[in-house]
């Protein structure tokens, strides 16, 4: 009845951010520069900016904070972003047997609270959010995690992903509650913390790094992959294959990249040839999906077998980034981590959906776990109904809050009033 009305909501979402932004941004894969020079761009050596001379970084300074000037991902290249990436690939660094151990158990203890009956219906994002808070907290403090820190940092990651997705607005008290037990606990951090930053930076870095950005990557990695198991059953009795896994694995970050668009802002002017030419300064927008998207038969389709043929290093498939060009830290660990939460969910339970399976999956992935014996067929009737309606009246509350948060981030200018204030090192500019 209103099935258009979520497009046409998704459209005009989409401009009211780029009228706001009021950048000169360029999208691409596009005409001038193409599916075939994509990586090329991305990995030139002047497309290295992430924050300085962006509308666009203000937003995303608003929704990651406190402590966005310290996000590895958004700090300017220099010393001190070389000490946090050192810093960042120590904590993550360990055997693969211990990464796989600590996912199968965080994610174990998690089930065991979870799965009580037969049939337990539930949001595969929030779900998979204490099982990540669990692991990511073992990886910094090296010991089990309480209870009451798994709530703190459920509440951080999840206060970040709802305002991310426009579904809900940001509540900057939920999150100082976390950062204050950081603070009181940052003596007990088993890795040195990077020693560009001050005592306050280094407990945003945790918070940012490990209880934010971590945590919540993975949980909406994990969303996505049981969601598309679920709905391909055939996908999710080979699991056990490593091999086929890993196809399985490579499809859905191909279909599902979690970035929608990574953009860099060119530090030099960069000649790709006598034609395509862009000044220092520009904003340059890389589209993930778009990009996956070409150089496939029907690409719409969730296909592990098109991986038997090809590997994914030859094809237009960048799920962590390009290597060139600052790429994501975690990009070892998570598949490892995954796989081994995957099959001790799919040990216990078999996973069933109607939904419809979106890249950036507001719904947060319905799902039935069925323990044993047959999947209640008017569960799941009743589940596509429902998700259909929430999609329509989702995509109007989006809008509102998407605006919202949108003129908000505008007037507070975060990154810019840093910038107005700071070199691209952090340290103190009078004007
Ligand atoms: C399946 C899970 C994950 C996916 C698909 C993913 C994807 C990505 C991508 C595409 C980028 C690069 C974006 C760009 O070019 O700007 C990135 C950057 C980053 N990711 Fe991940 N990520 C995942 C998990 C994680 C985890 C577990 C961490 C934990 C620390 C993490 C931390 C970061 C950081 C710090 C950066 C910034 C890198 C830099 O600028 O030096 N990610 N991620």
């Known amino acids: 009845m209103l099935n258009w009305l979520p497009a046409r909501v998704v459209a005009l979402r989409a401009k009211v951010f780029e009228k706001v932004n009021g950048d000169n941004a360029i999208t691409f894969p596009n005409e001038q520069v193409g599916p075939g ?3 090329e761009l991305y990995s030139h050596p002047a497309a ?6 962006a509308g666009l970084s203000d937003l995303f300074w608003y929704w990651l904070s406190p402590g966005p000037e310290v996000h590895q991902e958004h700090l300017e290249a220099g010393p001190r972003y070389d000490d946090v990436a050192r810093a960042t690939r120590t904590f993550l660094a360990g055997s693969s047997e211990a ?3 600590a996912a199968t158990r965080c994610t174990a203890k998690v089930l065991d609270e979870v799965i009580t009956g037969r049939v337990t219906a539930v949001r595969l994002r929030e779900l998979m959010m204490p099982v990540w808070a669990e692991y990511f907290y073992e990886l910094v403090f090296g010991e089990p995690c309480p209870r009451h820190a798994r709530d703190l940092i459920v509440a951080h990651a999840t206060d970040v992903v709802t305002s ?11 999150r100082a509650r976390l950062t204050r037990y950081l603070r009181a606990r940052l ?7 990077p020693r560009t930053l001050s005592e306050t930076e280094q407990v945003h870095y945790l918070q940012g790094t490990y209880f934010n950005t971590a945590v919540v990557q993975m949980a909406e990695a994990m969303a ?11 996908a999710a009795r080979r699991v056990d294959d490593d091999r086929y896994f890993a196809h399985v694995l490579d499809e859905t970050f191909r279909l599902y990249p979690l970035f929608g668009i990574a953009h860099r802002i060119t530090t030099a002017d960069i000649e790709l040839d006598d034609r395509t030419f862009f000044p220092a300064g520009s904003v340059l927008c890389f589209n993930y999906p778009a990009y996956h998207a070409t150089g496939y038969d029907d690409p719409d389709v969730f296909d592990p077998g098109r991986w038997e043929t090809t590997a994914a290093r030859n094809e237009h498939h960048i799920p962590f980034g390009v290597a060139a060009n600052r790429p994501c830290p975690a990009w070892r660990l998570s598949p490892i981590a995954m796989r081994a939460s995957a099959r001790e969910v799919l040990r216990r339970v078999t996973p069933h959906s109607s939904v419809t399976h979106t890249r950036s999956l507001p719904s947060r992935g319905p799902c039935l776990l069925v323990r044993d014996g047959p999947v209640p067929r008017f569960r799941l009737v009743l589940m596509r109904v429902r998700d259909r309606w929430e999609d329509v009246w989702r995509s109007v509350v989006q809008l509102v809050l998407g605006t919202a948060m949108v003129l908000h981030a505008h007037r507070l200018r975060p990154a810019g009033r840093y910038f107005d204030t700071h070199d691209t090192q952090g340290c103190p500019v009078r004007h």
């Open 99 to 101: 990464l796989s151990a």
């Open 187 to 193: 003596a007990d951090v088993r890795h040195p913390l």
């Open 224 to 234: 996505h992959l049981l969601l598309a198991l679920a709905q391909h059953p055939e």
């Open 164 to 174: 991310l997705k426009c579904t809900g607005l940001r509540h900057p008290a939920r």
């Open 37 to 39: 020079r994509f990586q």
């Open 48 to 53: 290295n900016g992430r924050s300085k001379g």
